[in-house]
C-alpha cells in the first residue's frame, strides 16, 4: 500500500516559518490535502488539491507538491498555530485513503 | 447548521461488539460519500473505511480483516460502523467525516467518539 511519511516535528520562532513536508512514492502525481488538529479537537481541511485554501484558512498558510514530497508552508507563525498537521492523498491503486504520519508544530 | 455527531462509543471488554452511529445534518446526506476515521491515544489519523452515496460500494483498511462493516441510512441522514470481536488496537476515537463531492478530502468532520477496548 502507499506509503507517506512525515517529519514527527517541526520548531519555529513565532513570526517565522515552518515548512512541513510529506513523502511519497511520486506523489505530485497525486493531490495532497492538509488537515489541522489541535488538541482533544477534531482534524479541520487547512489545504487541499496541492495548495488550495477553504474559506477562512488564512493566506499565511499554503501548499505545495512536486516530484516526491509536498510541502505545507506556514508563514508569520502564530502561538496559535501549534498543532498537530496531517498530510492526506488517495491511493487510486488501492482505492483507500492514506494519512500521513503527522507531524506536531511547536512554536517556541 | 452543518454538522456531524457521533455517537456509540464506550468501554467494551475483548471479542465484544460495538455499533457507532453519526447523525448528519444540515446539508443533503445522499449526495455524499462517507467516511470513519480513527486515531489510536497519542497516535495519528488512520481511515478506516468509506461508503458510496447510495450505499452500494464499501471499502475497508485492509487490516481490518472483515471485523467492521460500514452501512448508511440516507432516510434518517445516519451514518453506522458495526465493528465486531474487537481488540484492544481498536482503542481510539472514531470520527465520521463527509468526502468533498467529487474530490478526495474530508470537508467536514465530526468531534468523535472514543472506543475503549479493555477487560
Known amino acids: 500500500s502507499y506509503v507517506v511519511t512525515q517529519p514527527p516535528s517541526v520548531s519555529v520562532a513565532p513570526g517565522q516559518t515552518a515548512r512541513i513536508s510529506c513523502g511519497g512514492n511520486?506523489?505530485?502525481?497525486?493531490?495532497v490535502h492538509w488537515y489541522q488538529q489541535k488538541p482533544g479537537q477534531a482534524p479541520v481541511l487547512v489545504v487541499h488539491?496541492?495548495?488550495a485554501r477553504p474559506s477562512g484558512i488564512p493566506e499565511r498558510i499554503s501548499g505545495s507538491n512536486s516530484g516526491n514530497t509536498a510541502t505545507l508552508t506556514i508563514s508569520r507563525v502564530e502561538a496559535g498555530d501549534e498543532a498537530d498537521y496531517y498530510c492526506?492523498?488517495?491511493?487510486?491503486?488501492?482505492?483507500?485513503?492514506?494519512f500521513g504520519t503527522g507531524t506536531k508544530v511547536t512554536v517556541l | 447548521e452543518v454538522q456531524l455527531v457521533e455517537s456509540g462509543g464506550g468501554l467494551v471488554q475483548p471479542g465484544g461488539s460495538l455499533r457507532l452511529s453519526c447523525a448528519a445534518s444540515?446539508?443533503?446526506?445522499?449526495?455524499?460519500?462517507m467516511t470513519w476515521v480513527r486515531q489510536a491515544p497519542g497516535k495519528g489519523l488512520e481511515w478506516v473505511a468509506n461508503i458510496k452515496k447510495d450505499g452500494s460500494e464499501k471499502y475497508y483498511v485492509d487490516s481490518l480483516k472483515g471485523r467492521f462493516t460500514i452501512s448508511r441510512d440516507n432516510a434518517k441522514n445516519s451514518l453506522s460502523l458495526q465493528m465486531n470481536s474487537l481488540r484492544a488496537e481498536d482503542t481510539a476515537v472514531y470520527y465520521c467525516a463527509r468526502e468533498g463531492v467529487g474530490v478526495w478530502y474530508f470537508d467536514l468532520w465530526g468531534r468523535g467518539t472514543l472506543v475503549t477496548v479493555s477487560s
Open positions: 488539491d496541492d495548495d
Open positions: 511520486n506523489i505530485g502525481d497525486k493531490g
Open positions: 492526506q492523498v488517495w491511493d487510486s491503486d488501492s482505492d483507500h485513503y492514506v
Open positions: 444540515g446539508f443533503t446526506f445522499s449526495r455524499y460519500w
